[in-house]
């Protein structure tokens, strides 16, 4: 019998495998329906659905490798990172999914109550999130919502040589702003974001890109202490911060 793998677990939900196939365990069932419609409906290769039960869902490993990981060099080739721009491109371009994105509103009032919990508990310095917020603002305006991942890390992006041979994790999927998907790909990876929009082939506002990055990880930091990971690892959410003073 092949061994149980345990890629991911803390208390929302665990993800094990077990050989090729992957099983998904999600406390709200809910997050496992968005995922389940989301990959029927995107036009990029996604795993193969297996079965699903309330809580729990079976996929297909897909073939290849990772991108890449955040805090760890990437080996993918330019050309890999380039046709993983011309993924979301397609992606983008797709019908909306059903389910809308986070308001403006609720994304600012999120960002003020984790810059305020992250300097009240000495989680960061005072400077490193007022610098951050003050990069983040050019991000909270008016977007043409488009089909989002939504959780676009480069662990979730597969490449077999230069090839896209799937993207996982499907949970977050929801209408956003195209710029979110693109800076969630890059993030801690700026060296490859030129490689990105060339693939992706359109004009994009690069500022609003790095905007994210620093609205992403001070969103992140207080999720990732509290379940168990370190933001502060070499080249993770606490660098990339520190990288805009």
């Not at 030129?194 to 690069?206: E, M, R």
């Not at 969103?219 to 502060?232: Q, Y």
Request: with cysteine; hydrophobic share 45%.
């Amino acid at each position: 019998m092949d061994e149980v793998e345990v890629v991911v677990a803390h208390s929302e939900r665990a993800t094990l495998r077990v050989g090729d196939v992957f099983l998904k365990v999600d406390a709200d069932p809910a997050r496992l329906d968005i995922e389940v419609e989301a990959m029927a409906l995107a036009p990029v290769p996604t795993p193969e659905v297996l079965w699903r039960k309330p809580s729990v869902l079976a996929i297909a490993a897909v073939p290849g490798t990772a991108l890449g990981r955040l805090g760890e060099p990437s080996t993918a080739s330019p050309t890999a990172w380039a046709t993983a721009g011309a993924a979301i491109r397609k992606l983008h371009e797709a019908p909306l999914p059903p389910r809308p994105g986070r308001s403006l509103d609720d994304l600012a009032a999120e960002l003020d109550g984790e810059c305020e919990w992250l300097v009240t508990n000495g989680v960061l310095s005072a400077e490193l999130v007022t610098r951050n917020r003050e990069i983040a603002e050019a991000a909270l305006r008016p977007w043409t919502p488009v089909f989002t991942h939504g959780d676009l890390q480069i662990a979730h992006v597969f490449t077999d040589g230069d090839e896209i041979t799937g993207v996982i994790d499907w949970s977050e999927a929801s209408q956003g702003d195209a710029l979110f998907d693109l800076a969630t790909l890059t993030l801690g990876h700026e060296e490859h974001l030129g490689d990105v929009v060339a693939g992706y082939g359109a004009d994009v506002d690069l500022d609003v890109i790095r905007a994210w990055w620093s609205l992403r990880s001070l969103l992140a930091i207080r999720w990732l202490v509290e379940h168990g990971f370190d933001p502060s690892a070499p080249g993770c959410e606490v660098d990339v911060l520190r990288s805009r003073l």
